[in-house]
């Protein structure tokens, strides 16, 4: 087992291109989709477009982050949707009343986080499996949006506000594009470089022995979801600026996009794996994609499976790399 | 008696290393044959080979006679060939019928299985060979040495006449190793063929009836037990003398240090109360379910004792939590390190400094890599690990220094007192006399140490002390002249 895995380094360092790409194959796939779709319409590969595709990635991209810290302890977390749907409706209508912008992020972000704690509370002192906590979590996050909003749309959010979804830098970068690089570049930092993170993927890798070794591994468990919550919190403040207004299905199916792009790039659902740099190309995957079909007017029914291929066969590509190195 | 099987100049090739070279090995009928090698030596490289899982680079494989080429396990089932794991492979929620006949259940016409005759089937099979097992128990509740049982009658179902076995004893107790000694004479007399993997060299003088070394892939060659010696049998694996298995001890116990009082959790630990000494090897026997290494988790904290306390230097100290341990200078290194001691996806670096991480950081958490790669390093270095740098992933480490990882990982926590629970199991010799010198080292610079293992002699000869558990109490605690084998058994059983 050893040897093999000696023997694709080896390979790998007699070949820098080949074992970059073996290494990067998720990286190189997007390359080659923007390749194509530069080939086959003229509107893709322009500035504009570029822009619109980052754009529209933020609701999902911010989501992935909470969720990416999450799949790596071993978790998963299903109610990223609700809670964001939740916290843009409170926070929403905070501001609709009069409260200072200030004031309606706020309570965006720290609904969505407490949410998030609470539910890592019950999963990692309670020990309820994450998958029934957090279904619940769902369910209960959207119920309450629907009582409070009672299905209708909460609009007249101030101007001042919408700039964090409408607003340019120098003109051409988003500003919510900008909030989501500098989200990412922190996760990055504290999942590779911090005692959390390095908690976070010894959980992942093996619970008991993690415990054994003086970690805090109930602590860490609680914060990955309340991280979770925050980053859904992120979503919902974006997605309201972008929109400018805040429904009670906001983020439906928002779950399956994060957890879709962060085994696109490379999270394992048993724990142990996944980075940012993976995750984050993982969400333009998806983004490129969608921009991709409409671009080439693809009926939007087969959007859907189109994107569950693409998962699909990430994974597979995946486990066979890693059967080749461990065979 | 009859050749079974019959192997010759067999050489198998990994990418980048040679795992078998030029071996020859014959089972007969009616025969224990005693495989020996250190780890890595190519002796579960071998079994796969004779059971069909590997295919050989080199060589003839013969069956009674016959030239044969195996694609894979069922061939070598077919032809009466079959291997018995180290680690068991059985369906925990089904009984122990539904195991031995899995895939080839009875069935009547509807496709139901018929269970009335499955349990007769299995029954009879189990009385032919005197097999002490219920068919209808779930496998989950069996121990160790029930499911694997279970798993040689599986093998004898499918008319097994060669049986592999790989360190079939090493999570066993010595009673149920001799349970086991006991089945393999009976199958033995039934004409079966065994080939038996083990690392203690008194199992192999016990049970077996030639004894065959293994090292470096290379064959060492095989002689009758009888005619070889202990000493003999070290040189032909290891390639030089060791001259003793145990070092002398040079460590002098100083005053009281840490105490144990009457500590409890429910049916595992009963009122036990001890006190370990400064530089002193505190040995824990009993047998496997004695409660020894429940003892240890509640005194490391990794789980919640009902009632009783922990003192050290007379001090009461409170411990909730491995960490609360670590921290008040107490480190387990658990019995198991592929489950308990070591994350496998990662590598060498991570799993060593895990414990230290929260002592290396520095503002907003950031771990000191710099700091963090010196202290992999020096943990390498100073305990042998061999491996092709802390980048290599633990995982692909071999046994001996899988558990020198754990070890490293203790050592940097500078504990006080060190647990080791089973440290040597399934390590060969030579990473075991490494232990032995480290524990002496620890004992020599006024540290305890407090020491579980299932192999006698190791606890008789390491400790200073040796306290002796019976369903979770401490039934005799024997100072170091009074320390016998029959002592110690003595007070196991419950005397």
């Known amino acids: 087992m050893k040897k093999s895995t000696d023997a694709v380094i080896a390979q790998n360092k007699q070949n820098p291109v080949a074992g970059f790409l073996s290494q990067n194959i998720i990286l190189a796939a997007l390359v080659v989709m923007c390749l194509i779709l530069t080939i086959c319409t003229p509107r893709f590969l322009t500035v504009k477009n570029i822009m619109n595709i980052l754009m529209q990635s933020t609701t999902m991209g911010m989501a992935a982050v909470g969720m990416t810290y999450v799949v790596i302890t071993g978790g998963i977390d299903l109610s990223v949707g609700s809670v964001l749907a939740l916290s843009a409706a409170l926070g929403a209508a905070a501001m609709k009343n009069g409260a200072p912008v200030v004031i309606g992020v706020l309570i965006m972000l720290s609904v969505s986080t407490a949410f998030g704690f609470i539910q890592g509370i019950l999963i990692s002192r309670l020990k309820v499996p994450a998958f029934i906590v957090t279904l619940a979590g769902m ?7 629907l009582v409070f909003t009672q299905g209708k749309t909460i609009s007249g959010i101030p101007k001042s506000y919408q700039l964090i979804g409408n607003g340019y830098i120098a003109g051409v970068i988003p500003i919510a594009v900008l909030i989501m690089f500098l989200v990412y570049l922190v996760a990055f930092y504290v999942l590779k470089f911090t005692t959390f993170g390095r908690g976070i993927y010894a959980l992942g890798g093996n619970r008991e022995a993690t415990e054994l070794s003086g970690i805090h591994t109930k602590r860490i468990e609680m914060c990955v979801y309340g991280v979770s919550g925050f980053t859904a919190g992120l979503a919902a403040m974006i997605l309201t600026a972008r929109l400018g207004t805040a429904v009670s299905t906001a983020g439906d199916c928002l779950e399956m996009d994060a957890i879709g792009a962060a085994v696109i790039g490379g999270a394992s659902l048993a724990g142990g794996r996944g980075t940012m740099k993976g995750t984050l190309v993982g969400v333009l995957i998806l983004s490129v994609l969608n921009n991709g079909m409409n671009l080439l007017n693809v009926n939007t029914f087969y959007t859907g499976v189109v994107r569950g291929v693409v998962i699909l066969i990430a994974v597979l590509l995946d486990t066979l790399k890693n059967r080749n190195e461990l065979a | 008696m009859e050749e079974l099987l019959k192997a010759s100049h067999i050489s198998k090739f990994f990418p980048g290393v040679r795992a078998l070279q030029d071996v020859n090995i014959t089972v007969n009928s009616g025969e224990i044959l005693g495989l020996l090698g250190e780890n890595g030596a190519g002796k579960s490289t071998l079994l796969n080979v004779l059971s069909g899982i590997y295919q050989p680079d080199e060589g003839e494989i013969r069956v009674r006679g016959q030239s044969v080429k195996m694609q894979g396990v069922n061939d070598a089932f077919e032809l009466g060939i079959a291997i018995v794991h180290q680690e068991l492979k059985l369906h925990s929620n089904m009984s122990v019928a539904e195991n031995i006949y899995m895939g080839r259940l009875p069935k009547n016409r509807l496709g139901t299985v018929q269970y009335k005759k499955l349990y007769q089937q299995v029954e009879e099979l189990l009385s032919a060979y005197g097999l002490k097992l219920n068919p209808h128990k779930e496998v989950r509740l069996l121990s160790i040495a029930e499911q694997q049982l279970t798993e040689i009658a599986k093998v004898l179902s499918y008319n097994a006449k060669v049986i592999l076995m790989d360190e079939p004893t090493s999570s066993l107790t010595t009673e149920e190793t001799q ?14 063929g065994i080939v ?47 001259s003793q298995r145990f070092p002398a001890k040079t460590n002098r116990p100083g005053e009281p240090f840490l105490e144990v009082r009457n500590l409890n959790r429910g049916k595992y630990v009963k009122d036990v109360s001890f006190t370990v000494r400064r530089g002193e090897v505190f040995g824990i026997a009993g047998l496997v379910g004695a409660g020894r290494s429940e003892l240890v988790r509640l005194i490391f904290g990794a789980d919640k004792k009902d009632s009783g306390e922990i003192l050290m230097n007379g001090q009461k100290i409170d411990i909730k939590s ?38 290396i950081r520095k503002a907003f958490g950031y771990i000191d890599t710099p700091k963090e790669k010196v202290m992999a390093d020096e943990q390498i270095e100073a305990l042998h690990i061999k491996c092709t740098g802390k980048e290599q992933i ?16 203790c050592m940097l926590t500078n504990p006080e007192v060190m647990i080791l629970d089973d440290p040597t199991r399934g390590i060969d010799i030579g990473t075991k006399a490494e232990i032995y010198e480290l524990i002496n080292e620890v004992t020599n610079s006024g540290r305890s140490v407090i020491l579980i293992s299932s192999e006698m002699p190791e606890v008789i000869k390491m400790s200073d002390r040796v306290a002796v558990m019976h369903e979770g109490r401490i039934t005799g605690i024997l100072e170091h002249d009074e320390l016998t084998q029959e002592q110690v058994i003595k007070y196991a059983i419950g005397g």
């Open chain 1, 139 to 145: 369910s209960i996050g959207r119920g309450f949006t």
């Open chain 2, 179 to 192: 349970n086991l000694f006991r089945t393999m004479e009976v199958l033995k007399k039934k004409g079966v």
């Open chain 2, 196 to 242: 038996f993997i083990s690392h203690k060299l008194e199992e192999i003088a016990e049970c077996c009836d030639r004894v065959q070394v293994l090292r470096d892939g290379q064959d060492m060659g095989e002689k009758p037990v009888k005619e070889v010696s202990e000493n003999e049998l070290i040189r032909m694996m290891v390639g030089r003398e060791i």
């Open chain 2, 322 to 359: 491995p960490r609360d341990a670590i921290r008040n200078g107490i480190y387990l290194v658990p019995e198991d390190r592929k489950k308990q001691g070591l994350i496998l996806a990662q590598d060498v670096e991570n799993n060593t400094v895990l414990s230290m991480i929260y002592k």
């Open chain 2, 394 to 409: 633990t995982g692909t480490l071999s046994g001996g220094n899988q558990q020198k990882v754990v070890i490293g990982k």
